[in-house]
């Protein structure tokens, strides 16, 4: 299992996204653990369309901390659901530099990074 940071296709506007964005998923033929949410059923048909909010948001922020806020025990957490690799969308924004120090990065370019992390 891979987790993002790269969950909407515009920036966010008042804590809502297009949350159209599965290019991860589909280019890794991986499950991802937050993605783009807009596809699921039940989501779909919903009068905000692809704007309503994910609905489980203590998860969102645990996957976000991880890119953004991460510590060993946030990273345990991730390890401890499934998720295998972190894959920064640089474009979406950057990852912290502490990030670096507790999980081995496999790749990076201008644009992406890709941490593995490790077994407990």
Do not use: I
């Not at 901390?65 to 345990?76: H, I, K, N, Q, S």
């Not at 474009?91 to 999980?103: H, K, Q, T, W, Y």
């Amino acid at each position: 299992m891979v987790a993002t940071n790269a969950h909407c296709l515009l920036p966010e506007k008042a804590g809502l996204c297009d949350a159209r964005s599965f290019w991860l998923s589909a280019y890794t033929e991986r499950s991802v653990l937050v993605e783009g949410w807009a596809f699921a059923p039940r989501v779909v048909g919903q009068p905000q369309g692809p704007w309503v909010p994910f609905w489980e948001p203590a998860l969102l922020a645990a996957n976000d901390a991880a890119f953004y806020e991460p510590t060993p025990d946030v990273l345990r957490a991730l390890r401890a659901r499934g998720v295998r690799w972190l894959v920064v969308d640089r474009d979406v924004r950057l990852e912290s530099p502490d990030l670096a120090a507790l999980a081995p990065l496999r790749f990076e370019n201008s644009r992406m990074a890709v941490y593995s992390l490790p077994a407990p």
